[in-house]
């Protein structure tokens, strides 16, 4: 096995430079770097990161948990979050919760026998314990939540400017005439989900429309049973809405489904805006308006701070970083009125060939 002293030998410079290299501890000239990556990739250099910990106490890895990396969002947070720690030199560990609490508590006493330094944390769905995070922070493992904020516990976070983002969503659809719009929720023991209810409310009243509880599609973030409460309130014309904001992802494509059971299509029958990307908009039509939050941004701000509570650990902890980025609105056809399309010719909910 190649040793650090071969690849230093390799590349005619000193041990101290390929390891700063490696570490990316101390800046290094473009032209040494060069060298130095040029005889690891001929030598197949592999440096011993077990060994290194165990000498230094610092392993230059952070972890993240997610719940569910089959939605598109939690990637992009976890691409975000790796191009911040390797522009610090240190690698990401990336592990699923499920969206169970309790598999999140696994997954952070996980983390910690594997001595990450930082963790960054979606929170489950479901309300977590409390002792949860405060145990991990106690143990001198700073943590970040992203997204997700946890109710009633300082901690340091970054998420989307969620009310902000709903009232957007909510005053382009009233922008486009609808006035009966209803909206998709997950659950509202999550805190950015109240958020976006509450941006909805704040727009229908500053229209002067009153907040029907008939209109609040409080859900779970399965998508069969969000399906199944969509097919069972768009199933009767007489209670179907004009218009539907989906608070996530997950409640878009179970409103979809919903919608495609009963029959109905977009906008034809239901003007349609939702949180997050669902598909690849030159692939499919109509194209769905987006509420689009910056899930790269959100991850790599999150790794930054981390790292500045891994530099900084006697930075008092009351004192945490809140950090909310601003949502974009990209319109597209599904909110768009059918008497302002009908020249158009778009053909609604089905995939161009």
Known sequence: MPTIKQVAARAGVSVGTVSHVVNGSV???PDLRLKVEAAIRDLDYHPNHVARSL?????????????????SFFPQIIRGAETGARARGYSVIAVNSADSPERQGELLSLLRSQQVEGILLVNAAAPTPPGQISRVIDAGIPVVCLDRVPDGFPVDSVSVEDTDAAEMGTDHLL????????????PLALQNERRRLEGYERSLKRAGLPVSPDLIWQGNLRSEALAAMCRERLSDPARRPGALL???GPTALGALR????????????IGFVTFDELTVDDLFTPAITTIVQPAYDIGFRASEILLERIDQPDRDRSDVYTVRLPATLRVRDSSRRISR????????MRAKR
Do not use: F
């Open 27 to 29: 800046p290094v000239s």
């Open 258 to 269: 919903g919608m495609h059971d009963c029959g109905l299509r977009t906008p034809d029958d």
């Open 175 to 186: 922008a486009q005439g609808y006035r009966d719009i209803a909206i998709v929720t997950g």
């Open 55 to 71: 000498k230094t106490s610092r392993t230059r890895t952070l972890g993240i948990i997610v719940p569910d990396m089959t939605i």
């Open 246 to 248: 989906c608070t996530n």
């Open 341 to 348: 399309r009908a020249a158009a010719g778009v053909v609604p």
